[in-house]
């Protein structure tokens, strides 16, 4: 059995954004070198969350457009009489609440198990930020021609490491 850490680096350039990163993370798949296994992805932050749903232009409107409406940013909300790093953020925060800050997804014959119309998005809630961060733990059987986990190299800017920034 073979484990691995991942790290994907994004910044987000509005304050509330959905961010696909399917593409990352199946190009952390392959360079896991698992075969058959399940990836783990979690969001460090406590206003950035993971979604698995559909990607359409449209739909991604809408979900800001209904993220916007159920939590308003501005409420007479406690959290916001002693912020953090002078964020106003207890909207974030409080949407949060609906959202997962992780998900496992399997992986079979070296691929992600999603569904035809599922990507993977951050979901930033407290944007924009210059410096977020997905972690991925991969664990399972390493396909029979894989590179020994002590050759493995991490992939091009994304090394494991904590979330950067500072508080959410
Ligand atoms: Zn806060």
């Avoid at 002693?82 to 998900?103: I, K, W």
Wanted: glycine share 8%; with cysteine; charged share 20%.
């Amino acid at each position: 059995m073979r484990t691995r850490l991942d790290c994907i680096r994004l910044a987000s350039t509005a304050p509330i954004q959905l961010l696909d990163i399917t593409d990352q993370v199946r190009a952390c798949c392959a360079a896991s070198g698992i075969r058959d296994g399940l990836v783990t992805l979690i969001s460090r932050h406590t206003t950035a969350y993971i979604n698995l749903n559909e990607r359409e232009p449209q739909l991604q409107q809408d979900m800001l457009t209904y993220l916007k409406r159920l939590v308003p940013r501005d409420g007479d909300y406690l959290h916001n009489l002693a912020p953090v790093d002078d964020r106003d953020n207890a909207h974030s925060h409080l949407l949060g609440l609906f959202m997962n800050a992780s998900e496992t997804i399997p992986i079979a014959d070296g691929e992600l198990l999603l569904g035809a119309w599922q990507s993977i998005f951050f979901v930033e809630l407290d944007g924009p930020r210059p410096e977020r961060s997905v972690t991925l733990q991969f664990i399972g059987q390493p396909a029979p021609d894989a590179a020994p986990d002590s050759i493995l190299a991490p992939t091009p800017n994304q090394t494991p490491a904590g979330p950067a920034g500072g508080e959410g």
